[in-house]
């Protein structure tokens, strides 16, 4: 593969570190984590025979290939971060396998420092996108990874864990949860976030779930949807709900609330977990199917990380 050059990844490998410029806005996929989700464990719903006739969905090893990191919105000399990746947090064996830590040395690698960044917007408070909010300095304190930026949460997202009643996918109460209670600002639906940046409450993977529509000039725009959908096989099929989703009926109505946004023109959509293929379009086929086309997209740099 050349790095630089526009292409389409695969649907069954980890995300190399992408980008795509919509209009005077740019969105680069900073790769923190590979993972490989387990079929029956993450993705239940899913009939067997469908991974049969998908062969080109699922590693050679059978699994569902991932990747995890943030998305870097920048636009007039601002960059926004949406969501931290895994970090050194580990997925449950149940759900599949992960390794992270790489979102900070891939910055540093599209030069692009910490301290640049001014606002970081979670989707929702999932340990394989809150890893990287948080590190320990030389005395072993917490402090913020991105020491300039606000850290924003939907409202709605942040009540529950903080009260403790969300157990699934958690993150670390002293590592994450206690300092975030001291720096993050919550927003409702609809709050612009960010210059041009708008959330969408869609319940359902969690309580506060957010998704976060990123309008550029020309008309254009791109929901980045976090865990709205885990793959494309999801958008065809909004009814397979993902194992770790709280509410399977919120996640049917979130979906396809999101479906009719991203269907309609001069919209694009970003999927956090959709292999190396998080850019792209959804359109109907000639059955009226919605179906996901991959948006090539400029290689920046490789895969960082690659599971054993």
């Known amino acids: 593969m050349v790095h630089g050059a526009h292409h389409i990844g695969a649907l069954n490998d980890q995300s190399a570190v992408r980008t795509l410029t919509l209009g005077d806005t740019r969105l680069t996929y900073v790769v923190d984590a590979a993972m490989e989700?387990?079929?029956?464990?993450?993705?239940?719903?899913?009939?067997?025979?469908?991974?049969?006739?998908?062969?080109?969905?699922?590693?050679?090893?059978?699994?569902?290939?991932?990747?995890?990191?943030?998305?870097?919105?920048?636009?007039?000399?601002?960059?926004?971060?949406?969501?931290?990746?895994?970090g050194s947090n580990v997925l449950p064996?149940?759900?599949?396998?992960?390794?992270?830590g790489a979102l900070l040395s891939t910055l540093r690698a599209l030069r692009v420092p910490p301290a640049s960044v001014d606002t970081v917007a979670f989707t929702h408070l999932h340990t394989d996108h809150t890893g990287l909010g948080f590190v320990r300095d030389r005395d072993q304190l917490l402090r913020k990874a991105?020491?300039?930026?606000?850290y924003l949460v939907a409202g709605a997202e942040w009540a529950p864990f903080w009260?403790?009643?969300?157990?699934?996918g958690a993150p670390s109460w002293d590592e994450f949860m206690v300092p975030m209670s001291r720096e993050s600002r919550r927003f409702d639906d609809g709050a612009e976030v960010w210059p041009g940046v708008t959330a969408l409450i869609t319940p359902g993977h969690s309580p506060?779930?957010?998704?976060?529509?990123?309008?550029?000039?020309?008309?254009?725009?791109?929901?980045?949807?976090?865990d709205a959908f885990h793959t494309p096989a999801q958008l065809t099929h909004p009814e397979w709900p993902s194992g770790p989703d709280t509410d399977v009926a919120g996640v049917l109505k979130a979906r396809t609330r999101l479906l009719s946004q991203l269907l309609a023109p001069?919209?694009?959509?970003?999927?956090?977990?959709?292999?190396?293929?998080?850019?792209?379009r959804a359109a109907r086929d000639r059955t009226g199917a919605v179906q996901w086309h991959p948006t090539p997209t400029r290689n920046l740099l490789p895969t960082p990380i690659r599971l054993p």
Do not use: C, K, M, N
Not at 93 to 100: D, K, M, P, Y
Not at 208 to 226: K, N, Q
């Open 37 to 86: 989700l387990d079929p029956a464990g993450f993705l239940p719903a899913v009939p067997t025979a469908y991974w049969h006739d998908h062969p080109e969905a699922l590693t050679r090893s059978g699994h569902i290939a991932a990747s995890a990191g943030g998305v870097l919105v920048e636009r007039s000399g601002r960059r926004l971060l949406i969501d931290v990746g895994l």
């Open 163 to 168: 009260r403790g009643d969300v157990h699934v």
């Open 266 to 280: 001069r919209t694009y959509g970003f999927g956090f977990h959709f292999g190396d293929q998080a850019f792209g």
């Open 146 to 150: 991105f020491p300039r930026a606000g």
């Open 208 to 226: 506060g779930h957010t998704t976060y529509v990123v309008r550029a000039s020309g008309g254009r725009r791109i929901l980045v949807f976090g």
């Open 93 to 100: 064996a149940s759900l599949g396998t992960g390794r992270g």
